[in-house]
């Protein structure tokens, strides 16, 4: 007799290393400077286990748990929402699907490497530096992706005629300037977790990146908010609200609050960098839906993406990164023997 489905679904859930009971941790005084989180004082693991107490770690409780839990799960309702995408588009066939498509996989491995890199970090000073680095290949082709999706959805007509598909090889190029200034203030700055210069280094370079991704945008924008009829008006309110929700995003990733305020009381549930998780995967729910409205009204008619273009560049983009990780991982001995 076949097993059913809830059958399959028990034996697959009794194979998980489930804990049952809370695995010790340490306290900040514990563990080495480079590995704290500023105003998280306790629930590190421990520093220089094998690889697969890391990976069973994904089902303890820890301060990295809901880190790791809140990008895993975005990635999925990701996956899911471009899966409901596929009912509407034809990812094949249809130009003005490909930007979504593409920004969806640039968010799923924003998302995954960052899950990723929550789970494996503490494992010692030397991979807390190396996997940041690599946190910060996603965190930047997310960059890309955004700035990409706006130009292929909701850039002015008249600035895309202009630019034309030059302007991906703008953002690209600011792109990558993006990750080398996040990875050298990670390297110059990362033994002090509480440094503002490497937060403001961090912030300059996005914001950056994100005016210059705006700038096609503007025209419209400003057409827009002019006019009366009912499709300018919910633009408006798109634009406006992914404005926002970036603007919550790098609060919440500067602040560290709550637990600034409270330090201790939000070690495992409820410190800033899980807000800025959650918001991080609420702002990429809304671009999609974002670009899916503007297609449906077509909005987007004037452009002409190009899917082999666009993966090219995005391909080029992390081998770039790779090789100045590859360059800057050098520095990382170097800074760690200074510190000892
Ligand atoms: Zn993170």
């Not at 695995?23 to 421990?46: C, D, F, K």
């Given at each position: ?263 201790g009381k939000f070690d495992i549930i409820g410190h800033g960098h899980q807000i800025f998780h959650i918001l991080t995967v609420l702002t990429q729910m809304y671009q999609l839906g974002t670009a899916h ?33 590859w360059i800057l991982r050098t520095y990382v001995s170097k800074c760690l023997s200074k510190l000892q």
């Open positions: 007799m076949t097993d059913s489905f809830y059958d399959i679904l028990k034996r697959c859930l009794q194979f998980i290393p489930w804990e049952r009971e809370l695995q010790p941790t340490l306290s900040a005084s514990n563990v080495s400077m480079v590995l704290h989180e500023p105003s998280i004082l306790a629930g590190y693991r421990l520093p220089n286990q094998r690889w697969l107490y890391y990976v069973k770690s994904l089902f303890q409780l820890h301060n990295e748990t809901l880190n790791v839990w809140t990008h895993l799960i975005g990635a999925l309702l990701i996956v899911h929402r471009l899966h409901i995408y596929s009912g509407e588009y034809d990812y094949l066939t249809d130009p003005h699907s490909w930007p979504v498509l593409a920004f969806g996989i640039c968010s799923i491995m924003c998302d995954f490497t960052s899950s990723c890199v929550h789970l494996f970090h503490s494992k010692s000073p030397y991979i807390h530096y190396i996997a940041f680095m690599v946190d910060y290949i996603g965190a930047t082709i997310y960059s890309f992706g955004s700035g990409m999706l706006l130009y292929y959805v909701q850039s002015d007509p008249h600035l895309y005629n202009i630019f034309g598909h030059w302007f991906l090889a703008i953002i690209a190029i600011v792109t990558v300037l993006n990750f080398l200034v996040l990875c050298g203030a990670k390297v110059y700055y990362g033994e002090d977790p509480s440094n503002l210069k490497r937060k403001y280094f961090f912030l300059g370079a996005m914001a950056f990146e994100f005016f210059t991704c705006s700038i096609p945008v503007v025209p419209r924008f400003i057409y827009c908010v002019q006019n009366d009829e009912d499709w300018a008006s919910t633009a408006v309110e798109c634009i406006v609200m992914t404005m926002f929700l970036f603007f919550l995003q790098s609060l919440a990733f500067s602040a560290h609050q709550p637990e600034k305020t409270w330090p409205y503007f297609n449906m009204q077509g909005l987007s008619s004037h452009t002409q993406p190009d899917l082999i273009m666009i993966l090219i560049t995005i391909h080029l983009i992390i081998a770039t990164d790779v090789m100045i990780l």
